[in-house]
């Protein structure tokens, strides 16, 4: 599995909105299977991780706007005040 830097320049990066294909977006804008986002949440809440944006896979990777807005997985990154918001 591909690794994906959302920690760099001393900050934990986020996108500072959805994108327009979010995954957390009403009606399945990327047409998942059924369930897919539940699994992927789970194994982030598990291993205390966070889900990366799709459209930053390319590049420097951003957690997903989507996910931080409904799961307190970054709480310490946010306590020491090194979340960054991205474009």
């Known amino acids: 599995m591909a690794r994906h830097n959302v920690f760099?320049?001393?900050?934990?990066?986020?996108m500072a909105e959805m994108c327009a294909t979010c995954i957390f977006r009403p009606g399945n804008p990327m047409?998942?299977?059924r369930g897919r986002v539940k699994g992927m949440v789970?194994?982030?809440l598990r291993e205390q991780s966070a889900i990366i944006c799709h459209s930053t896979l390319d590049g420097?990777?951003?957690v997903c706007?989507?996910?931080?807005?409904r799961y307190d997985t970054l709480r310490l990154?946010?306590?020491l005040e090194v979340v960054v918001f991205d474009a």
Do not use: I, W
């Open 8 to 14: 760099r320049d001393g900050n934990v990066h986020v």
């Open 31 to 33: 047409h998942l299977r």
């Open 42 to 44: 789970e194994v982030c």
């Open 60 to 62: 420097d990777s951003s």
């Open 65 to 69: 706007r989507g996910f931080y807005d």
């Open 77 to 79: 990154a946010r306590a």
